[in-house]
């Protein structure tokens, strides 16, 4: 059943706005906040955790992007499932997961947030995280162009943040452009690749942006076009920043001592520059705001599209007529996601959030192989992968969730 008495989502997003909204939530996840718990993992290789996550990754963007042409929907993976393999049950879990996917990381993210917060503040996370996390509920909740406005500014703040780190890195960090190939490993040692092994599994979680690309398809303009290339361009950029400014981290700050860091950027910041980390702290605590409020943004479209399709209740599909943001969807992600950020610790957050978006792609790659092996056709105008690429999406996906 389809709910056609809400008044539609307002198409408003082009190319620009949806680059910069998938470069905010992927790196502000991403590098701000896990950077410490990679080095604790793989220690002086953590830059080769964040290639291999991309890599594995990669196949599956291409498949995002040719499945965003077939079905421009919000809760588009639950869409593409049901597509493939006519089910509407596993479409729902499938829904159900990216939206617990979006919270979970923005229970993580808010968590994440607390060690920069206190660089300013000094007060308990049980009083920093929550008023993050409403705060940025309800900035969602006024709008998805004014939400991906702020968002995009606050992107644009924090690329700019990654970038004086690079460049006081391989400018003025001493010896750190000689040590670049430290960074490699020079052995095979099951011990050494176990440990990069594991921090690429919380390195995947900094791969989410795609994933939360897809489900503002409804408000993106021309999507079958918009999306492939959003798609593409965030994953390109977000892996070199992420090789890059590990790799200054790793080099700048012993492994163990940014693992054990509140704020990991910030002391990084002081080794390579020579000043106070108060500046990159402030960048650190608007990136990680600006991907707070798009995981709350995915995992209400997500719940609104589920309710729209029929999968789940349809007050969840109610949008407020003001403001066109599903409303009562968008309140239940926010009350989740304050429930679990003050219940679990980060590493253990983000660690759930990297195995559910494996699974997620494992289905979503699934779904793509079912609807060229049923030879459904593509609009003329989608982006069209062969059929190894989703093949090999779903065999390096299902791999990744052993590590």
Same mark, same amino acid.
């Given at each position: %059943?389809?709910?056609?008495?809400?008044?539609p989502?307002?198409?408003?997003?082009?190319?620009?706005?949806l680059?910069?909204?998938g470069?905010?939530?992927?790196?502000?996840?991403?590098?701000?906040?896990?950077?410490?718990?990679?080095?604790?993992?793989?220690?002086?290789?953590?830059?080769?955790?964040?290639?291999?996550?991309?890599?594995?990754m990669?196949? *599956?963007a291409? *498949?995002?992007?040719? =499945?965003a042409?077939?079905?421009?929907?919000?809760a588009?993976?639950?869409a593409?499932?049901?597509?493939?393999?006519?089910?509407?049950?596993?479409? %729902?879990?499938t829904?159900?997961?990216?939206?617990?996917?979006?919270?979970?990381?923005?229970?993580?993210?808010?968590?994440?947030?607390?060690?920069?917060?206190?660089?300013?503040?000094?007060?308990?996370?049980v009083?920093?995280?929550?008023?993050?996390i409403?705060?940025?509920?309800?900035?969602?909740?006024?709008?998805? =162009?004014?939400s991906? !406005?702020?968002?995009?500014?606050?992107?644009?703040?924090?690329?700019f943040? #990654?970038?004086?780190? @690079?460049f006081?890195? #391989?400018?003025?960090?001493?010896?750190i452009?000689?040590?670049?190939?430290?960074?490699?490993?020079?052995? &095979?040692d099951p011990?050494?690749? *176990?440990?990069?092994?594991?921090?690429?599994?919380?390195?995947?979680?900094a &791969?989410?942006?795609?994933?939360?690309?897809?489900?503002v398809?409804?408000? /993106?303009?021309?999507?079958?076009?918009?999306?492939?290339?959003?798609?593409?361009? *965030?994953?390109?950029?977000?892996?070199?920043?992420?090789?890059?400014?590990?790799s @200054?981290?790793? =080099?700048?700050?012993?492994?163990?001592e940014?693992?054990?860091a509140?704020?990991? !950027?910030g002391?990084?910041?002081t080794?390579?520059?020579?000043?106070?980390?108060h500046? @990159?702290?402030?960048?650190?605590i608007?990136?990680?705001?600006?991907?707070?409020?798009?995981?709350? +943004? %995915?995992?209400?479209?997500?719940?609104?599209? %589920?309710?729209?399709?029929?999968i789940?209740?349809?007050?969840?599909?109610?949008?407020?007529p003001? /403001?066109q943001?599903?409303?009562?969807?968008?309140?239940? +992600?926010i009350?989740?996601?304050?429930l679990?950020?003050?219940?679990?610790? !980060?590493q253990?957050?983000?660690?759930?959030?990297?195995?559910? +978006?494996?699974?997620?792609?494992? #289905?979503?790659?699934?779904?793509?192989?079912?609807?060229?092996?049923?030879r459904?056709?593509a609009?003329?105008?989608?982006?069209i992968v062969?059929v190894?690429?989703?093949?090999?999406?779903f065999?390096?996906?299902? #791999?990744a969730?052993?590590?």
């Open positions: %059943m389809t709910i056609s008495t809400q008044p989502l307002r198409r408003a997003l082009g190319l620009p706005l680059l910069l909204y470069l905010g939530v992927t790196i502000g996840g991403g590098i701000y906040v896990l950077v410490g718990a990679t080095a604790q993992h793989a220690g002086i290789h953590a830059p080769v955790a964040f290639l291999f996550a991309a890599l594995v990669a196949p *599956t291409a *498949t995002f992007a040719e =499945l042409g077939r079905l421009p929907v919000s588009g993976e639950a593409y499932v049901r597509a493939g393999f006519n089910s509407k049950p596993l479409a %729902m879990v829904g159900l997961l990216v939206a617990v996917a979006g919270i979970i990381a923005s229970a993580a993210i808010s968590v994440g947030s607390a060690g920069y917060f206190r660089q300013f503040i000094d007060l308990p996370d009083v920093l995280v929550p008023a993050v409403v705060f940025i509920g309800a900035v969602a909740a006024w709008g998805i =162009l004014e991906v !406005l702020l968002a995009s500014i606050l992107t644009l703040i924090e690329l943040g #990654l970038l004086v780190i @690079i006081a890195g #391989l400018f003025f960090g001493g010896d452009v000689a040590r670049l190939p430290e960074v490699v490993p020079a052995s &095979f011990a050494l690749w *176990t440990g990069i092994f594991s921090a690429g599994l919380l390195a995947f979680f &791969f989410i942006g795609f994933g939360d690309l897809v489900n398809a409804e408000e /993106t303009h021309a999507p079958e076009k918009t999306l492939p290339r959003a798609i593409f361009l *965030t994953l390109a950029v977000t892996t070199v920043l992420y090789v890059l400014v590990a @200054i981290a790793v =080099l700048a700050v012993p492994p163990q940014l693992a054990q509140g704020a990991p !950027l002391i990084v910041y080794k390579v520059a020579g000043v106070p980390a500046v @990159i702290s402030a960048i650190a608007i990136a990680i705001l600006n991907t707070v409020i798009i995981q709350i +943004i %995915m995992a209400s479209r997500v719940c609104y599209g %589920m309710a729209t399709q029929g789940l209740p349809s007050v969840l599909a109610k949008v407020h003001r /403001t943001t599903p409303i009562v969807a968008t309140v239940l +992600i009350a989740i996601s304050l679990l950020a003050l219940t679990f610790p !980060l253990h957050l983000a660690e759930a959030t990297s195995r559910i +978006i494996l699974i997620v792609s494992c #289905l979503v790659n699934a779904a793509l192989v079912c609807l060229k092996w049923k459904i056709p609009p003329d105008n989608a982006f062969p190894w690429v989703p093949v090999l999406g065999v390096v996906s299902s #791999l969730l052993f590590f």
